[in-house]
Nanobody
């Protein structure tokens, strides 16, 4: 499975960004959970949001609830993260990940993209 993120950038506090992830490869069909993680300098990688590709269940970390929305386009093998009301503390490298279950534990995800930088000032 190959995951490639795009759409990061710099934005002022209160602004919005949408980041995307395209998945390819045979293994993508066995990865039931797609998720976004982020890692800020000097901090551990943390889950942001996740969803099961075959259903409607979504999961969010408390700090982004009501501001971020995870979505998918299965026909295009695309995963999105719409980020509204961005705060400086959202600054991080955002990673797309795929795995069998939405545990939100990065160790349980088998496939990772290279990340896209989001900077909020």
């Amino acid at each position: 499975v190959q995951l490639v993120e795009s759409g990061g950038g710099s934005v002022q506090a209160g602004g919005s960004l949408r980041i995307s992830c395209v998945a390819s490869g045979d293994g993508v069909y066995g990865s039931s959970c797609m998720a976004w993680f982020r890692q800020a300098p000097g901090k551990n990688r943390e889950a942001v949001a996740a969803l099961y590709t075959g259903g409607d269940s979504t999961f969010y970390v408390d700090s982004v609830k009501g501001r971020f929305t995870i979505s998918q386009d299965n026909a295009k093998n695309m995963l999105y993260l719409q980020m509204n009301g961005l705060k400086p503390e959202d600054t991080a490298v955002y990673y797309c990940a795929a795995g069998p279950y939405c545990t939100l534990n990065p160790d349980d995800f088998h496939y990772w993209g290279h990340g896209t930088q989001v900077t909020v000032s």
